[in-house]
T-cell receptor
Framework: EPEVTQTPSHQVTQMGQEVILRCVPI?????FYWYRQILGQKVEFLVS????????KSEIFDDQFSVERPDGSNFTLKIRSTKLEDSAMYFC????????????FGEGSRLTVL | KQEVTQIPAALSVPEGENLVLNCSFT??????LQWFRQDPGKGLTSLLL?????REQTSGRLNASLDKSSGRSTLYIAASQPGDSATYLC???????????FGSGTQLTVLP
């Protein structure tokens, strides 16, 4: 069964360092997302991406964050200068249809900022 | 802005019991509602998706309902098993947003 894959599963970084989280969405999906979940809190939307453009972003997704689809399969989230409060589980998701499609999530990348 | 609430926050039941998890949402202009399962430290596994035009969806021992007028959805789990122990999340997608809005989840423990 097709699945969303994410790497790395866990990354530890020092505050101020750049981090890139990688995702391979399901191959026939067109809409891609990043969500995050701080420990003990709700899953929060970060950004949606379609046709090589950001289609929506939350107020969390500030200038320190960027997304890219560098090739036909990968979808990346970059945090330029990490802060302690960026420590969270980051989930990538994809769907075929933006409003009616089922959203499929990856296993997540746990980011720990020291 | 859509708000999603799940009650109870935690639930413990003996094996074999049928149970209902509740989800409520504030914006009835909902495109769909999706139920997920999350095991500790793991990703979100999609269980059921209900479109706004549907009243319910079934998959195996799971049945989810949607009542847009009252802003509620329920997830019914029949004949619960210890392997059902996990956190169950509901999330709604409204017409004005491309994002899913999540509830805080119900942590279910099924005791053998």
């Amino acid at each position: 069964e097709p699945e969303v894959t994410q790497t790395p599963s866990h990354q530890v970084t020092q505050m101020g360092q750049e981090v890139i989280l990688r995702c391979v969405p399901i191959s026939n999906h067109l809409y891609f997302y990043w969500y995050r979940q701080i420990l003990g809190q709700k899953v929060e939307f970060l950004v949606s991406f379609y046709n090589n453009e950001i289609s929506e972003k939350s107020e969390i997704f500030d200038d320190q964050f960027s997304v890219e689809r560098p090739d036909g399969s990968n979808f990346t989230l970059k945090i330029r200068s990490t802060k302690l409060e960026d420590s969270a589980m980051y989930f990538c998701a994809s769907t075929r249809a933006e409003f009616t499609g089922e959203l499929f999530f990856g296993e997540g990348s746990r980011l720990t900022v020291l | 802005k859509q708000e999603v609430t799940q009650i109870p926050a935690a639930l413990s039941v003996p094996e074999g019991e049928n149970l209902v998890l509740n989800c409520s949402f504030t914006d009835s202009a909902i495109y769909n509602l999706q139920w997920f399962r999350q095991d500790p430290g793991k990703g979100l596994t999609s269980l059921l998706l209900i479109q706004s035009s549907q009243r319910e969806q079934t998959s195996g021992r799971l049945n989810a309902s949607l009542d847009k007028s009252s802003g509620r959805s329920t997830l019914y789990i029949a004949a619960s098993q210890p392997g059902d122990s996990a956190t169950y999340l509901c999330a709604g997608k409204t017409g004005s947003a491309r994002q899913l809005t999540f509830g805080s989840g119900t942590q279910l423990t099924v005791l053998p």
